[in-house]
T-cell receptor, first 109, second 114 residues
Framework: GQNIDQPTEMTATEGAIVQINCTYQTSGFNGLFWYQQHAGEAPTFLSYNVLDGLEEKGRFSSFLSRSKGYSYLLLKELQMKDSASYLCAVRDSNYQLIWGAGTKLIIKP | ETGVTQTPRHLVMGMTNKKSLKCEQHLGHNAMYWYKQSAKKPLELMFVYNFKEQTENNSVPSRFSPECPNSSHLFLHLHTLQPEDSALYLC?????????????FGPGTRLTVL
């Protein structure tokens, strides 16, 4: 079966750095997405990786290792508004998106 | 503003009611999706429409009936639902199904079935 694993919940301190991991087992791979979802709101696109390596976008970076079936989302200089759920999704060989259950990130002052 | 709107935002219905959820996208996309989001579970893809044609039905019970009159509008008709159908129903759109573009989501309808 296809599976995406990510931690259920993480806690970090304002101003710090946090890394949210995602591991996947899917039938084929055609890209990995990270989305942010604030409580009661729509998921919004953060990043897309299809090749190995690090993609940096401001305070957020996303890393991919296809050989290890592994990605992480790195958030720097954490702000209170970063408190949200972070969803990892992989596009399989049929171009279907397989979703993880999301990681709830709690930022403390 | 994501460009995808959903109405209503909240809905409470009894098991014998009939109701409809509406989604509209203003992005000029050709693919639209219905997802179910339950607490602490992955997003479940329910239906996909590409250029108004249904291309995916992930074994969804017949009490959920989608309708896509044009590329901008998507409906989910609900009939004789069960309490376990209570969830957040998200609509999304993308340029086309199977493309490399990301999906844009609406804010969702929070459905409670009594």
């Amino acid at each position: 079966g296809q599976n995406i694993d990510q931690p259920t919940e993480m806690t970090a301190t304002e101003g710090a750095i946090v890394q949210i991991n995602c591991t996947y087992q899917t039938s084929g791979f055609n890209g990995l997405f990270w989305y942010q979802q604030h409580a009661g709101e729509a998921p919004t696109f953060l990043s897309y990786n299809v090749l190995d390596g690090l993609e940096e976008k401001g305070r957020f970076s996303s890393f991919l290792s296809r050989s290890k079936g592994y990605s992480y989302l790195l958030l720097k200089e954490l702000q209170m508004k970063d408190s949200a759920s972070y969803l990892c999704a992989v596009r399989d060989s049929n171009y279907q998106l397989i979703w993880g259950a999301g990681t709830k990130l709690i930022i403390k002052p | 503003e994501t460009g995808v709107t959903q109405t209503p935002r909240h809905l409470v219905m009894g098991m014998t009611n009939k109701k409809s959820l509406k989604c509209e996208q203003h992005l000029g996309h050709n693919a639209m999706y219905w997802y179910k989001q339950s607490a602490k579970k992955p997003l479940e893809l329910m239906f996909v429409y590409n250029f108004k044609e249904q291309t995916e039905n992930n074994s969804v019970p017949s009490r959920f009936s989608p309708e896509c009159p044009n590329s901008s509008h998507l409906f989910l008709h609900l009939h004789t639902l069960q309490p376990e159908d209570s969830a957040l129903y998200l609509c999304a759109s993308s340029q086309e199904e199977g493309g490399v573009d990301e999906q844009f989501f609406g804010p969702g309808t929070r459905l409670t079935v009594l």
